[in-house]
């Protein structure tokens, strides 16, 4: 797309830089964004940038909250014997809407993938080794059923196993490749409920 203006044009980058927006769209945005009133635009640009400043990883279960420790760390009625491990913030999201999980969680931020040279070392693993020191009775794996996922889900039991803690790995009901964010709440659910000792 040709831009008449050079600011537009840089608008238009920096959106189309953004997972999920084209060319096409980011051009849709740029000239939305230019109608838009300016105190919208002020509003918009403040949140971006209080979001950034703002967002931080819970010190206990590393999901992405506002506080120190996140609402689900610091919930006494959940139980906090219980982690599940998840990818990422977006997955605990997703299991956090069936509404129907009481533990805790553990969010790595990634997983192991040799191909792409992440290693078990550049996830938040050794952090979920030292909450096991702690009083848990099971870890819960909920890892994506992707090559990566399957692989860290194989190295954590691996890991945890000597320390004789139950160890079990979300069922099979969740398609292959299958990222758990778009799964439906009733397939997660049969996913945890059928989850099998690993
Ligand atoms: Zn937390």
Not at 27 to 50: C, D, F, T, W
Not at 75 to 80: G, L
Request: charged residues 25%; aromatic residues 6%; glycine residues 10%.
């Amino acid at each position: 797309m040709e831009y008449f203006s050079g600011h537009l044009g840089k608008l238009a980058e920096e959106l189309a830089s953004l997972p999920g927006i084209g060319a096409k769209s980011a051009g849709r945005l740029a000239y939305h964004i230019i109608g838009l009133p300016e105190e919208k635009v002020q509003r918009l640009a403040n949140s971006i940038m209080a979001a950034k400043s703002n967002v931080k990883y819970c010190k206990e279960c590393f999901m992405l909250t506002d506080a120190e420790t996140c609402p689900i760390c610091k919930d006494a009625a959940r139980d906090h014997c219980t982690i599940m491990v998840v990818e990422n913030t977006r997955d605990l999201g997703a299991y956090e809407k069936t509404g129907k999980y009481h533990g805790v969680y553990h969010v790595l931020h990634g997983a192991i993938s040799p191909m792409l040279g992440i290693g078990p070392a550049d996830i938040k693993l050794k952090e979920l080794m030292e909450r096991l020191r702690g009083d848990v009775d099971e870890v819960i794996i909920a890892t994506n059923s992707s090559l990566e996922g399957e692989t860290t889900a194989m190295y954590i039991s691996k890991l945890i196993k000597p320390a004789g803690i139950k160890v079990s790995r979300i069922a099979s009901g969740v398609p292959v490749g299958g990222d758990l964010e778009y799964i439906d709440e009733v397939t997660l659910l049969r996913a945890l409920e059928g989850r099998v000792q690993i």
